[in-house]
C-alpha cells in the first residue's frame, strides 16, 4: 500500500527545494529583465513576469499531478506517450505558427505550445523503457540502430521545424547510451570530429607559403600535419597487429572530414548559423552583425562585475541593448546585476541539481529508472552547456532556453515533467521489487 | 550493467569540468576583464553636449557688431530608422538629391548605428522651421542647436574675423577643443577666442538601445551647463569704420585711425572688403573660396598685412631725428633747385620757393631739404654704419619696422633694413649716405603697415610716445587696460620740445600747403601728405593727419592705392574722416561726394556672391 505519508517521506525534498530556488530566482531575473516603471503590478498578464507567474502556479499543479500518478504509469505507457508527441511534432509541421523562421508552435488562445519541449521527456521515457528491456545488450549493432532510432526521429522532426537549436539537444542523449555501455570511443570520436571541425573552419582561409613556391591552403596544411602525426603513431606502435590499417583509416577519414567540413559549412548549414559559428570562433569579428548579441551579452555580464549592479539596476539589460532578454539571454541579467556572486550561485546550482540527479540515478534498483534519470541530467546539462556557454561567448549561439530561468511556460512545463517524473520514479524506488 | 557503473564518475566528471570553465571564464569577464564595464558605459551613457554662445562684440559706444543666430544641426541615428521611412519625401524636405541622402546616411551609419552623428550641419532658423513642422515624422533624425555668427552692421570684415569649426590639427593641439566645435579662425575672434568661446557644458543622459533618452544619469551629477562666452567691446567707432568703408568703395587701400591718448583703434579699414555674413555657416567653404580667388584680394587684411613705402609723410620724422639729433634747428636752411644734386646725380624736387627752412621744407615737402638733413644725421658719426644705427633706433623707437603690438592675429613687422642688409649689396664699409638717400624722402626699402603710420601720428600728436595700440576696450564691462600688461607707453627717444616746430608745420601743410584739401573749418588738422613710388602702376595717394592739433583726438594713416598724389585722394579722405569722428557732420558735400564717386580699380566688383543659402 502506498499512503500520502509515505510519499512525502520519500520525496527527494532537496532536489525539490533546488527546483524551487531555481524557479523564483529564474521568475525574479524576468521581472528584472522586462522590469518597466510603468508597469508594477507583479501579476500584470500583460507583462511577461505576469505570464510566467501564471505557468509557474500551473508547473506547481502539473508536478503534483504527476506526485500521485503510479509510476508504474510512465514505464507502462512510455511508448504511447512518446508515439503521441510524435503525433504532435508532426502536427505542427502541418498546421503550426511559425515565429522567427521555426514552425515549432501551436497557438491556442492566448497562449502557445511548443511541442518539442515535451518530446524531450518522452524521448528520454521512451529510450530508457527501450534500454531498460530484458537482454538489451548496448554493444549490439541492433540496439544502437533502435537508441538512435528513438532519439533520432524527434529530432529530426524538430529540424524540420526549422528549431536546430532544440534538435541539437538530443545529442545529449549520447551520454546516456555512454552510461549503459556505449563505447568510449563515440564519444571519443565526437569530441575528434568536433575539434577538427573547429580547427579546420579556423585555418581553411590562411595560405601558407611552402618552398618551391608552392601556396598551401590551411586545409591542406591540417591533412599533412594529420598525416605525420598518423605516421608517427604507426611508427610508435608498429609492432601492433594491424596498426597500419588503424592509422590509414583514421588519416583518411580525419583528411575527409577536414575537406568536407567546408562543404558542410558552405553547404549545408544556414548562412546565419555560419556566420554565428564564425563571429564564436573569433574568425569573424562583426560587433553589431552577428556577433551582436555575444558581445552585448558580454558587456551585459562583464559590466556587472564582482557584486553585480543591484537587482533592478541592469543598464544594458532594462535599455534592451541585449536581445531576448527574458528568454534565452536571461544569464545576462543575473550576470549584470547580481555579478560574479550571482552567476557563480546559478552555475553551482546548476551543478547541485545534475549532481544530486546522478546521486539518485545511482540508488535506483530499476534500470528504467536510472537510465531516464540520465536523461534528464543530460539534457539539463546539455542546455546548460550551450545556455550559459553561448551568453559568455564560449558557444555559438543556439537559441535554446536555460531550464526553469528562461521565460516560456512550455519550455517551463516540459523541465518540470522531466524532473518531477523523476523524482516520483525515486520517491517509489522501494517498492520496486 | 553493473560493469558500467563507474562510468557515473565520467559523467560527474564532465558535468564538473563545464562548470568549472564557466565559473573560470565567469570570474575572467566580470572580475579581470574591465573593458565590459568601458563598453557598458558607451552604450547606455550619452553625453549631450551643451554649446555655450559665444561672447558679443560691441564698438566703443555699445552698438552691437557680432551677435549670434540660433542654426540647427541635424543629427541621425542609423538604428532607430524605421523600416516605413520615406526617403522620397524626406530628401525633398530637406532639398536634398536622393545620391547624397545615401551618401551621408552611409556615412553616419559607418561612423555608428547606435550613436548620433551630423547629417546636416548648420541649417538656418528659416529652413529650420519649415523642417521642423515635419521632423517628428522621421524618427531617428533630431536636431541639435547652435548658433552662427551675425553682423548687422556688415562692416570691419577683416578686424572681427570668422569662425569656423576646429580643424583635427586645432583639435589634435589643444585638447579643449572636440570635433564640430566651432573656433576664432582670424581677427579679433582669433585673437580673443577662449574670451569669446565661453564654456562647454553637457548632459550625460542614459539611453536605450534605439538611443532613447531614459533620464539623467546619477540625477545629473555630472552635468554642467554651458557658460556663453564673455562679450566683448570694442575700441572701434562702427560709424567711422562704416563711413571709411564707404569712402574708400571702388577703391584698393586702407585706413587707420587712432585716438592717441589712449592707443585705441578707432577704425581700422582694409579695401576692398567683403560682408562678413559670407563667412558664416554652410555658405562659408565656398565663398571662401571665391573671395580667395577674386584678384582684388578682398580677404587681404591690408591694414596689418601690406607694407608700403612711406613717402613723404616719412619727412616729419626725419626733421624730428635731425632735431633730435641736433644737426638741424628751426632755422636750418637749404636752398633747392629742382633737387638735390651729389656726386653727379640727383634727387628731383618739384618747383618751390627756394631756400626753405623747417616749417617751410614740410609745407612744401621738398626733398632736397631732406636730403641734407638726413645726411648730416647719419654724417656726424664716424660711419655710415654708425650714423645709420642711430637713425634706425629712432626710426623703430616710432613703431616702424617692427610689430606694434595690436591685438589682432598676423601682423607684419614692416622693414626697417639692419645695416647687415647694406653690406650685403655694397660690402661693409662701402655705403654711404649718400648710397641709402632714398630713406630721406620715405622710399627705398622702408616698407610700414598702414598700422604702424597711424601709430607713427599718434607719436607725433603726443609729441614724444605712443600707447601700444588695440582693439579691445571692455572684456565684460572690465577695461582692458586694467588687466593688459601688454599696452604700455612707448617713447620715441625725441624730446617733446622738438615736436612743436614739426607739428606747427603739420598744421600749415593743412592750411595752407600741399594738404589743404583735408581742411575742415575751425578744426586745426595737422597733415602730411606722401606719394608712394610704385613700380607697378601709378603712385600710391598717402596722407597722415591728426587733430585737433592740441590735445588730439583723432591720428589717422591713409593709403589709397594707384591715387597718384596724397592731395588727391588720401587726403581729403583723412579731412572727412576726422571731421565724421569729431563733428558727426560733413560740411564738404562736394568732396564727400567727388571721394564716394571715385573709382581706382576699373570695374565694380566681379565676383557673384550667394547671399545667405
Redesign the interface.
Known amino acids: 500500500m502506498r499512503g500520502s505519508k509515505s510519499l512525502i517521506d520519500n520525496i527527494d525534498w532537496f532536489t525539490v527545494s533546488i527546483y524551487f530556488v531555481l524557479i523564483l530566482a529564474g521568475w525574479l531575473n524576468i521581472y528584472a529583465a522586462v522590469y518597466n516603471e510603468e508597469f508594477e503590478s507583479i501579476f500584470d498578464t500583460t507583462q511577461r513576469y505576469g505570464k510566467q507567474l501564471l505557468w509557474i502556479g500551473t508547473a506547481g499543479i502539473i508536478a503534483i499531478i504527476i506526485l500521485l500518478i503510479d509510476e508504474r504509469f510512465f514505464s507502462t505507457f512510455g511508448y504511447l506517450i512518446y508515439g503521441f508527441v510524435i503525433a504532435l511534432l508532426i502536427a505542427v509541421l502541418l498546421v503550426g505558427a511559425a515565429t522567427k523562421g521555426a514552425t515549432s508552435w501551436f497557438a491556442i488562445g492566448g497562449f502557445k505550445i511548443q511541442p518539442s519541449e515535451f518530446s524531450k521527456f518522452a524521448t528520454c521515457l521512451a529510450l530508457a523503457k527501450y534500454l531498460s528491456t530484458l537482454n538489451i545488450r548496448m554493444t549490439d549493432l541492433k540496439t544502437k540502430l533502435n537508441a538512435a532510432a528513438i532519439i533520432g526521429i524527434p529530432a529530426v522532426l524538430i529540424l524540420m521545424q526549422n528549431d536546430t537549436g532544440s534538435a541539437l539537444v538530443y545529442g545529449a542523449f549520447v ?1 546516456v547510451l ?4 556505449l563505447s568510449g570511443n563515440f564519444l571519443l570520436i565526437g569530441l575528434v570530429t568536433a575539434f577538427l571541425f573547429v580547427i579546420t573552419l579556423v585555418f581553411q582561409n590562411d595560405v601558407y607559403q611552402m618552398p618551391f613556391e608552392i601556396e598551401l591552403t590551411g586545409g591542406w596544411m591540417l591533412i599533412i600535419i594529420l598525416f605525420i602525426i598518423m605516421g608517427l603513431v604507426y611508427y610508435f606502435n608498429r609492432k601492433r597487429k594491424q596498426i597500419l590499417l588503424f592509422s590509414t583509416i583514421v588519416f583518411v577519414a580525419c583528411s575527409g572530414l577536414v575537406k568536407s567540413v567546408d562543404y558542410v559549412f558552405n553547404n549545408i548549414l544556414e548562412p546565419h548559423q555560419s556566420k554565428r559559428i564564425n563571429v564564436m570562433l573569433g574568425i569573424e569579428s562583426d560587433p ?1 552583425g552577428a556577433g551582436y548579441n555575444v558581445n ?1 551579452s ?9 557584486t553585480g549592479k543591484g537587482y533592478l539596476k541592469g ?2 539589460t ?4 541585449v536581445p531576448e532578454q527574458s528568454t534565452d539571454f536571461i544569464f545576462c541579467t543575473i ?1 549584470e546585476e547580481w ?2 556572486i550571482g ?2 550561485a546559478v ?2 546550482l ?2 547541485t541539481l ?2 544530486r540527479i ?1 546521486f539518485m ?2 540508488r535506483q534498483r530499476s ?1 528504467f529508472a536510472r537510465i531516464y534519470g ?1 536523461g534528464v ?2 539534457i539539463f ?1 546539455f542546455h ?2 550551450i545556455n ?2 553561448m551568453t ?3 558557444a555559438p549561439v543556439i537559441g535554446i532556453p536555460l531550464p526553469f530561468f528562461s521565460y516560456g511556460g512550455s519550455s517551463l512545463w516540459g523541465f518540470t515533467i522531466l524532473l518531477f517524473v523523476f523524482i516520483k520514479m525515486d520517491a517509489d524506488r522501494l517498492e520496486v521489487l | 550493467m553493473k560493469q558500467y557503473e563507474s562510468r557515473q564518475f565520467t559523467i560527474g566528471a564532465i558535468f564538473l569540468v563545464v562548470g568549472l570553465i564557466f565559473l573560470i571564464r565567469l570570474f575572467y569577464v566580470q572580475v579581470i576583464d574591465s573593458h565590459y564595464k568601458l563598453d557598458a558605459t558607451n552604450n547606455v551613457l550619452r553625453t549631450v553636449v551643451k554649446y555655450p554662445a559665444r561672447g558679443l562684440i560691441y564698438d566703443r559706444h555699445g552698438e552691437l557688431l557680432v551677435y549670434n543666430e540660433a542654426a540647427y544641426d541635424l543629427m541621425v541615428v542609423p538604428k532607430a530608422i524605421k523600416e516605413d521611412f520615406d526617403t522620397t519625401e524626406f530628401c525633398s524636405l530637406l532639398g536634398m538629391s536622393r545620391k547624397e541622402f545615401d551618401q551621408r546616411f552611409n556615412k553616419a551609419k559607418n561612423y555608428s548605428q547606435y550613436k548620433a552623428s551630423i547629417f546636416e550641419k548648420e541649417i538656418s532658423a528659416k529652413s529650420y522651421a519649415i523642417i521642423q513642422e515635419q521632423l517628428f515624422n522621421y524618427p531617428g533624425f533630431f536636431v541639435q542647436t547652435r548658433t552662427l555668427r551675425s553682423y548687422p552692421k556688415k562692416t570691419a570684415a577683416h578686424m572681427v574675423g570668422y569662425v569656423g569649426e576646429a580643424s583635427p590639427k586645432v583639435i589634435k593641439k589643444d585638447n579643449y577643443y572636440k570635433s564640430g566645435d566651432h573656433i576664432g579662425i582670424s581677427g579679433i575672434e582669433k585673437h580673443y577666442e577662449k574670451v569669446l568661446r565661453g564654456k562647454r557644458g553637457q548632459e550625460v543622459q542614459m539611453v536605450d538601445v534605439f538611443n532613447r533618452p531614459k533620464g539623467k544619469f546619477q540625477d545629473g551629477a555630472f552635468d554642467t551647463t554651458a557658460v556663453s562666452g564673455s562679450n566683448l567691446k570694442l575700441t572701434i567707432d562702427a560709424d567711422l569704420q562704416a563711413y571709411g568703408e564707404k569712402l574708400m568703395q571702388n577703391k584698393k587701400g586702407s585706413i587707420v585711425a587712432i585716438d592717441p591718448s589712449t592707443g585705441e583703434i578707432l577704425a581700422l579699414i582694409s579695401m576692398p572688403t567683403y560682408d562678413p555674413n559670407l563667412l558664416v555657416g554652410r555658405q562659408r567653404s565656398k565663398n571662401y573660396g571665391k573671395l580667395s580667388q577674386d584678384t582684388l584680394k578682398p580677404l587681404f587684411n591690408r591694414a596689418l598685412m601690406a607694407k608700403y613705402p612711406p613717402g613723404s609723410t616719412f619727412k616729419s620724422i626725419n626733421a624730428l631725428i635731425g632735431l633730435q639729433e641736433g644737426v638741424l634747428t628751426p632755422n636750418t636752411r637749404y636752398s633747392c633747385n629742382r633737387g638735390y644734386r651729389f656726386g653727379g646725380r640727383k634727387m628731383g624736387c618739384h618747383p618751390h620757393p627756394s631756400p626753405v627752412n623747417l616749417e617751410y621744407s614740410i609745407q612744401t615737402s621738398c626733398n632736397a631739404y631732406y636730403c641734407n638733413v638726413f645726411r648730416s644725421v647719419i654724417d656726424h658719426y664716424p660711419t655710415a654704419e654708425e650714423g645709420y644705427n642711430v637713425w634706425r633706433t629712432y626710426v623703430t623707437n616710432f613703431g616702424l619696422g617692427k610689430k606694434t603690438g595690436i591685438d589682432l592675429p598676423n601682423e607684419l613687422s614692416g622693414f626697417v633694413p639692419e645695416p647687415a642688409y647694406y653690406d650685403r649689396y655694397y660690402l661693409k664699409g662701402k655705403w654711404h649716405s649718400t648710397t641709402i638717400l632714398s630713406l630721406a624722402i620715405g622710399q627705398g626699402e622702408l616698407g610700414f603697415t598702414p598700422m604702424q603710420m597711424a601709430n607713427m601720428v599718434a607719436a607725433i600728436a603726443n609729441r614724444g610716445y605712443y600707447i601700444t595700440p588695440h582693439i579691445a576696450k571692455e572684456i565684460n564691462g572690465q577695461l582692458i587696460t586694467d588687466f593688459d600688461s601688454t599696452i604700455v607707453r612707448n617713447k620715441t627717444g625725441v624730446e617733446a620740445k622738438y615736436f612743436n616746430e614739426v607739428v606747427e608745420a603739420m598744421y600749415k601743410v593743412v592750411e595752407q600747403g600741399t594738404g589743404t584739401s583735408a581742411k575742415i573749418d575751425s578744426l586745426q588738422v595737422c597733415g602730411k601728405t606722401g606719394t608712394v613710388e610704385n613700380p607697378h602702376g601709378d603712385d600710391h595717394s598717402t596722407f597722415i593727419a591728426f587733430a585737433p592739433k592740441d590735445n588730439p583726438k583723432i591720428a589717422i594713416s591713409v593709403y589709397v592705392e594707384n591715387g597718384y598724389w596724397g592731395s588727391r585722394w588720401a587726403a581729403p579722405i583723412a579731412g572727412l574722416l576726422i571731421e565724421e569722428y569729431l563733428r558727426d557732420t560733413i560740411t564738404r558735400p562736394l568732396i564727400e561726394q567727388r571721394m564716394l564717386e571715385g573709382n581706382l580699380i576699373g570695374t565694380p566688383p566681379k565676383v557673384v556672391i550667394d547671399e545667405g543659402e
Not at chain 1, 178 to 181: D, S, T
Not at chain 1, 298 to 306: D, H, P, R
Not at chain 1, 318 to 321: E, L, N, P, T, V
Open positions: 551520454l555512454f552510461r549503459e555501455g553589431y552585448q558580454l558587456i551585459a555580464i562583464g559590466s556587472g562585475g564582482f543598464t544594458q532594462k535599455y534592451d541593448f550576470g555579478g560574479f552567476s557563480f552555475v553551482a546548476f551543478m545534475l549532481l546522478l540515478c545511482s534500470a540520465y541530467a543530460t546539462f546548460f552547456l550559459i556557454g559568455i561567448g564560449l
